[in-house]
């Protein structure tokens, strides 16, 4: 397989950041990552999409970059379809093959930029839905050992933003394929989420398909996330922050008007992209980066702007955010550097 030495990612993260690798691999098949290994290059990074990843600084070491394509479908005995993707498939062509085949289980999370080989590593989820819920198993290769592992949903810890892969197994394995456990008859249409439901009740449609929420969840991501190809950014840069009931309390008190959800054990999830508006951020721009005008938890680079300024600023909004509501907020993005 072959190295590229000193190779810019500035066309591999939807930042645009101009970061380069020291070394830079393509992977095409699970297969050439043995005889890579054996390089001892260290560290090593997994590069998918390069859509939930910020670049602070160049990076010494070895990028890999997932391209193991492949698409295929069997039948369940329950009447279920499994779908297999590598895990170098692009996560909304993914989305589009199953809606072409009439598969249910993924139309909420559509548009997702990246790869189906990095959804299980914080449990993408959008719209009501997250990947755990059509999860089946995965395929992982130990970049130690080169061994291949498989893992049932059980083994992978899924929360939210959230997986094992996050956690104790962070850099340390490769998925190479996902499988998913999806519907083929009796659609489970999930209109949860307000947004949704307001825009098929807009276009009219009382009886929606699984393609009409797809469309749904695009019309409604495209008019409030700024499109990668014209403005970089890596989505939500920070997660919603959950706090317990006390503190919400304390904080309903002074701030009569804040949003809040249900969240995971009873804590109160409070919208980061709300805290970050409150403390006066949104449509905030120093030089080329800035923070979303529609969205406040999207950082964006219009291009040129360094991943040192956009950390400086994801920064400069901890600050505020900690200083006003006493939250402390943790970035969704992977920072290296
Ligand atoms: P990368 O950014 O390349 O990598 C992310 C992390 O995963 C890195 O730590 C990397 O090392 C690791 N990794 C990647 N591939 C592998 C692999 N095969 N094996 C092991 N480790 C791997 N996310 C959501 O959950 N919901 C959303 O609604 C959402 N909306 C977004 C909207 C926009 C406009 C953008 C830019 C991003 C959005 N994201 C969203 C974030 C992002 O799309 C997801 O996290 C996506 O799964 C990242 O995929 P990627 O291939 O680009 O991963
Ligand atoms: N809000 C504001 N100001 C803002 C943005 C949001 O006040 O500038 C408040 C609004 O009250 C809004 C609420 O926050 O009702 C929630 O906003 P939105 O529906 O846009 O969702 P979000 O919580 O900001 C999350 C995910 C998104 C995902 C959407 C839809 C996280 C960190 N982000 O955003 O995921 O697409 O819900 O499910 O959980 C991503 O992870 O990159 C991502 C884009």
């Known amino acids: ?54 670049f602070v600084n160049n990076f010494e070491g070895l990028v890999i970059h997932n391209e193991i394509g492949g698409i295929a479908a069997r039948q369940q005995l329950n009447g279920k379809v499994i779908v297999e993707a590598g895990g170098g ?12 085949h009439d598969l249910g289980g993924i139309e909420n999370l559509s548009l997702i930029p990246g790869t189906a080989g990095a ?10 839905v997250e990947l755990k819920d059509v999860f089946y198993e995965l395929e992982a290769m130990d970049l130690e050992t080169g061994k291949l592992h498989r ?10 933003r959230n997986s094992i892969f996050k956690q104790s197994l962070r850099g340390k394995v490769l998925i190479t394929r996902i499988l998913i456990e999806l519907t083929s008859i009796s659609h489970n249409i999930n209109t949860s989420y307000g947004a949704i439901r307001d825009t098929l009740a807009e276009a009219g449609i009382k ?26 950014n890596a989505g939500s840069f920070f997660k919603n922050p959950e706090i317990s009931q006390e503190q919400f309390e304390e904080l309903r008190r002074r701030f009569p008007n804040i949003v809040h959800y249900p969240g995971s054990g009873g804590l109160i999830k409070v919208p980061a992209g709300w805290l970050i508006e409150q403390c006066g951020w949104k449509g905030y721009r120093s030089g080329a980066i800035g923070c979303y005008e529609k969205q ?37 993005v992977n920072i290296l550097g």
């Open 296 to 332: 406040a938890l999207v950082l964006v680079n219009y291009g040129g702007g360094s991943g040192n300024e956009i950390w400086n600023l994801a920064q400069e909004i901890i600050a505020s955010v900690e200083g006003k509501f006493g939250i402390q907020l943790n970035p969704e």
């Open 119 to 128: 959804a299980p590593i914080q449990n993408i989820g959008a719209y009501g």
């Open 151 to 160: 893992f049932k949903k059980e083994d992978c810890d899924f929360a939210y």
């Open 207 to 232: 009886q929606p398909t699984i393609k009409d929420v797809s469309e749904a969840v695009i019309k409604i991501r495209t008019e409030k996330l700024p499109d990668p190809l014209k403005i970089g």
């Open 1 to 54: 397989m072959h190295l590229y030495p000193d190779y810019s990612l500035k066309a591999y993260n939807t930042f645009g950041l101009d970061a380069k690798a020291s070394h830079f691999a393509r992977l095409q098949k699970a297969e050439d990552l043995s005889p890579l290994l054996l390089h001892n290059y260290s560290p090593i990074f997994i590069l998918g999409g390069g859509s939930n990843v910020l």
């Open 89 to 100: 498939v692009n996560w909304h062509q993914l989305v589009c093959w199953c809606l072409d």
